[in-house]
């Protein structure tokens, strides 16, 4: 990941952290102190996990979907 992106990545996490309801920050909160991280460090390594276990979009732009979804 270049700079750019992880540092794009780092205020997109920042963005919903801050928008969490409190005892779900306060879950993100702990966790981080658990693992000797920021809590933007959790939230950026979830985002992370959800995009790489998200289907590819086609090769013409299009989301692929399973059939039935």
């Known amino acids: 990941m270049t ?3 992880r540092d ?3 205020g997109v996490a920042q963005v919903l952290l801050d ?3 409190p005892a779900e920050r306060a879950q993100v909160q ?3 102190d658990a693992k000797g991280v920021s809590a ?3 939230v950026r390594s979830s985002l ?3 995009i790489a276990e998200s289907k590819p ?3 013409d732009g299009k989301i692929v ?3 039935g979804a």
């Open 57 to 59: 979009a086609s090769r």
């Open 48 to 50: 992370d996990i959800l």
């Open 8 to 10: 794009a990545s780092i």
């Open 19 to 21: 928008g969490m309801p």
């Open 30 to 32: 702990a966790e981080a």
């Open 3 to 5: 700079e750019h992106h």
């Open 40 to 42: 933007v460090e959790i």
């Open 65 to 67: 979907r399973p059939a």
